[in-house]
C-alpha cells in the first residue's frame, strides 16, 4: 500500500520539464521496504553502550549551526552553536559569548551554513578542527574538537555570500572564501545595471593554521562572476587552488535564464604559492576594508572582538601565471580534486556530460601557451587541451563528487535523483543508485582527501516528501547513508537532520574521541568573574549594575538569597560551576530573564544579565537535572523600588559576607 501510493506520488512530482529544473524526479522501485534487510540494518546497529565508527559534522544549513552525528548509526550527538543563538546552552545570549556573533553590521543573531571542511596534515583530516562558512554574512569560524565548541569566527570583506568556503590547503596553512553574489568592491551606491563595469568577484585566502588568529592573508580580485565551490589541489597540484564560477554573462537580473547561456562557464585554477611570491614582492596592494575577527579567549573563557581596517588586494594582471581560466561546461557547481591530485572533477548543473580536467595537461597548455584569449587578465586554457575525458550519460544535472581511495568517484545527480558511480581514467559508468529526494552534495569520510576511507556515503538530498511521517507542512530534513564497501551501493539507512544538510565532512571516531576534554580546570579558569568556591561567593555594586558572584554544585546555588537589588538596576550573575567531573552539568534561569537560561559546563563561568521590571521576590532554578535534589536546586532574588533602603545582601557564608559585602558598600555610597 505504502510503496504504490509513493509511485503514485512520484509520477505526479515528475510530470513537466520545468519542474525538472526545481525538483528531481523520484525514481521509485516499488521496493523500498525490501531494501531495508536484516542485513542493512545490522550494518547500522550500534548495539546500546557500543560507538559509533565515525564523528560525522552536518552543516546545519539555515539553523546556522552544526550537527555531529554517529556512523552508521546516524544518531544525534550533539549540535555546536555556531552562527546562530542558542537559546539550548544560551550560545550568542549570555555574555561571555555574544561578542562571537559581532560584525561590521552589528551583532546578528543568525546565518546560513554550507561546508563543514576537518582541518588536515598532509592531505589527510586530522581531528584537530573543524571550520564552516557563514553564507549569509561571509564569514569562517573554527570548532575545536577537544570540546566541539566554536572558538572563532572571522569576518570576510569585500564579499556577499561567502559560498566557496571554507575549503582548507592540504596542511591547513591556508582556508578560502570566495565570493557567490559579486559587488561593488569597495562596496559603493551605483546602479545595478552597472554590473558589467562595477561588479567585482574576490577569492580570499585565510590564514588557519593558528588557532585564534584567523586572518586574510591576500584577496585576488576577479571578474564580476558567482564564484560557487573550490578545492586545494593536492600531490602533484599542491599550491594550486581550484574556483567553479557561472555568470560569466555577468547578468545581474533574471539569472535562472540569464546566466545560463554560455556554453561554459570557468574553474579559475589559481597558483597560490605564486600568489604567496607576489605578495611578498609588493605586488598587492593595500585595500582598505573593514571586518572582525572574534576568537575565544583561552584563559578567560570569553570572547573577544577586534576591528580589521585592510587586506591586501591582488590583480591578476599585477602577478601573471596565479589565475587561469579552466572552461567548463555548464554552469558549474562543484570542483573536486581526485585522491591523487591529478584530476579536476567539475559538476555542471546544466550540462550532459561530468567534465575532467587534468591536472598534467594543464601544466603542458600553460607552457605552451595554448590559450583561448583572455578575460581580465587571465588566460583561458584551450578546453580540448587541458581536458581529461568526460563521464558520458552519467544522468542528470551533476553537482558534487568524492572519491572512495579505489579509484571511483561518486557524483551526485539532482534532476535525476541518484547517486552515479564511475571509473576514474575510464570514466565509465559502473553503478547507480536513487537517493530520495534531489540529492545535494553526497559525503564519504576523506572523500576529497588524499586517503578516503571509503567504506560509507552519506546523501545530502534537498526534498524529504514521503521518508517520514508528516509533520505538518515542513517535513524533516533527508539524510541517507549508503554501504559502498562492494561493488554495488546499498542504502542502508534514511535519517533525518536538523537545518538543510549541506554538506558535511567524516573522521574515524577514534581520531577525536580520546582526546576529547571532560572538563575545565576550575584552577586555572582566567575568567574575571569566576567563583572558586563557595566561601568566594557574594553581590556587589557598582553604579546600577549589580554583580552575583555564585557558585552552582549538587545540589545548591551559593548564595541563593539576595537581595537590596532595585528596579533600574542591571543585574549580572556570573555563575560558575565548580563541579570537576565529567558530564556533570548545572543551568540557571531566573523569572522574567528576557536571554535565555544559563548552561554551565563544570569548572565553567557563563553571565547572565537580567532588568528586573518590576518590584517582588523572583525564583531562580537549575535547568539542568543534576541529581537526586535538583529540584530543590534553586534561590530568590528581592527586587525592590528605586531608591529603596533594603540593604544589599547575599546569604553567602558569613565570613565570605563580611569580606564581599565591604567593596559591595564601597560602591553603593556612590550612588
Ligand atoms: Cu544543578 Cu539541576
Excluded at 211 to 220: C, E, L, N, V, Y
Excluded at 299 to 322: F, H, I, N, Q, Y
Aim: glycine share 8%; with cysteine; aromatic share 10%.
Amino acid at each position: 500500500m505504502q510503496s504504490s501510493l509513493r509511485r503514485v506520488f512520484a509520477g505526479t512530482f515528475c510530470i513537466g520539464a520545468a519542474a525538472l529544473l526545481i525538483h528531481a524526479c523520484s525514481r521509485p522501485s516499488g521496493k523500498a521496504s525490501s531494501v531495508l534487510t536484516g542485513d542493512a540494518a545490522s550494518k547500522v546497529y550500534v548495539a546500546p553502550g557500543s560507538y559509533d565508527e565515525f564523528y560525522s559534522f552536518l552543516s546545519g544549513g539555515f539553523s546556522g549551526q552544526v550537527a555531529v552525528y554517529g556512523l552508521p548509526s546516524g544518531r544525534l550527538l550533539k549540535v555546536i552553536p555556531v552562527f546562530s543563538q542558542n537559546a539550548e546552552n544560551g550560545w550568542g545570549y549570555n555574555e561571555e559569548t555574544k561578542p562571537m556573533l559581532q560584525t561590521t553590521f552589528g551583532f546578528i543573531p543568525w546565518d546560513d551554513t554550507h561546508h563543514t571542511e576537518l582541518s588536515m596534515t598532509d592531505g589527510v583530516p586530522d581531528g584537530r578542527w573543524l571550520f564552516i562558512n557563514g553564507n549569509n554574512t561571509p564569514r569562517i569560524a573554527r570548532i575545536d574538537l577537544t570540546r566541539f565548541e566554536t572558538d572563532e569566527i572571522l569576518q570576510i570583506p569585500n564579499a556577499a555570500g561567502g559560498h566557496a568556503s571554507p575549503f582548507t590547503t592540504p596542511d591547513t596553512k591556508y582556508v578560502v572564501s570566495a565570493t557567490r553574489f559579486s559587488v561593488p568592491v569597495p562596496n559603493t551606491d551605483v546602479p545595478i545595471e552597472s554590473y558589467k563595469q562595477n561588479f567585482k568577484g574576490t577569492l580570499s585566502f585565510i590564514k588557519a593554521n593558528v588557532p585564534g588568529k584567523m586572518d586574510i592573508a591576500f584577496q585576488i580580485l576577479m571578474p564580476g562572476y558567482n564564484y560557487d565551490l573550490g578545492h586545494a589541489g593536492k600531490g602533484p597540484s599542491d599550491g594550486w587552488f581550484f574556483f567553479t564560477s557561472y555568470n560569466s554573462e555577468q547578468a545581474n537580473e533574471k539569472l535562472e535564464s540569464n546566466a545560463s547561456q554560455n556554453d561554459k562557464d570557468y574553474i579559475a585554477a589559481v597558483n597560490y604559492a605564486l600568489a604567496e611570491k607576489c605578495v611578498a614582492d609588493g605586488k598587492a596592494k593595500a585595500f582598505p576594508s573593514q571586518y572582525v575577527h572574534n576568537w575565544m579567549d583561552e584563559a578567560s573563557r570569553s570572547a573577544k572582538t577586534e576591528m580589521k581596517t585592510s587586506v591586501k588586494m591582488l590583480d591578476p594582471r599585477d602577478c601573471p601565471g596565479m589565475v587561469y581560466y579552466l572552461p567548463t561546461p555548464k554552469s558549474p557547481h562543484g570542483v573536486d580534486i581526485d585522491p591523487t591530485g591529478e584530476y579536476i572533477v567539475a559538476g555542471g548543473k546544466l550540462a550532459s556530460v561530468i567534465p575532467v580536467h587534468s591536472f598534467t595537461k594543464m601544466q603542458k597548455a600553460i607552457q605552451n601557451k595554448a590559450f583561448d584569449g583572455e578575460l581580465s587578465g587571465i588566460p583561458i586554457l584551450k578546453y580540448a587541451e587541458v581536458m581529461a575525458g568526460e563521464v558520458q550519460k552519467p544522468g542528470l544535472g551533476p553537482l558534487h563528487t568524492e572519491f572512495d581511495g579505489k579509484g571511483y568517484a561518486y557524483t551526485s545527480m539532482f534532476i535525476s535523483s541518484e547517486v552515479v558511480k564511475w571509473k576514474l581514467g575510464t570514466w565509465e559508468v559502473v553503478d547507480r543508485v536513487p537517493t530520495y529526494y534531489s540529492i545535494g552534495h553526497l559525503m564519504i569520510p576523506g572523500g576529497d582527501s588524499k586517503k578516503p576511507w571509503g567504506k560509507y556515503l552519506v546523501a545530502m538530498n534537498k526534498i524529504t516528501k514521503d521518508r517520514y511521517l508528516p509533520t505538518g507542512p515542513e517535513m524533516a530534513q533527508s539524510a541517507q547513508l549508503f554501504d559502498i564497501s562492494g561493488d554495488k551501493m546499498k542504502l542502508l539507512l534514511d535519517f533525518p537532520t536538523i537545518g538543510e544538510p549541506h554538506y558535511a565532512q567524516a573522521i574515524p571516531a577514534s581520531m577525536i574521541r580520546d582526546k576529547s576534554i571532560k572538563f575545565y580546570e576550575l584552577a586555572k579558569s582566567g575568567s574575571p568573574h569566576v567563583t572558586k568556591s563557595e566561601a568566594a561567593g557574594g553581590i556587589r555594586r557598582d553604579g546600577n549594575k549589580v554583580h552575583v558572584n555564585m557558585i552552582a554544585i549538587r545540589s545548591h546555588f551559593a548564595p541563593d538569597n539576595l537581595e537590596g537589588v532595585m528596579v533600574g538596576d542591571t543585574v549580572l550573575f556570573h555563575v560558575t560551576n565548580i563541579e570537576q567531573d565529567w558530564d556533570i552539568l548545572h543551568g540557571f534561569a531566573v523569572l522574567g530573564a528576557e536571554n535565555s537560561e544559563l548552561i554551565l559546563n563544570p569548572g565553567e563561568t557563563r553571565t547572565l544579565k537580567w532588568v528586573p521590571k518590576t518590584a517582588g521576590v523572583y525564583p531562580f532554578y537549575c535547568t539542568d537535572f543534576c541529581s537526586a535534589l535538583h529540584q530543590e536546586m534553586s534561590g530568590y532574588i528581592r527586587v525592590s523600588a528605586p531608591g529603596s533602603s533594603v540593604k544589599l545582601s547575599a546569604n553567602t557564608s558569613p565570613k565570605a559576607k563580611a569580606q564581599l559585602t565591604a567593596p559591595a558598600q564601597k560602591g553603593e555610597s556612590g550612588r
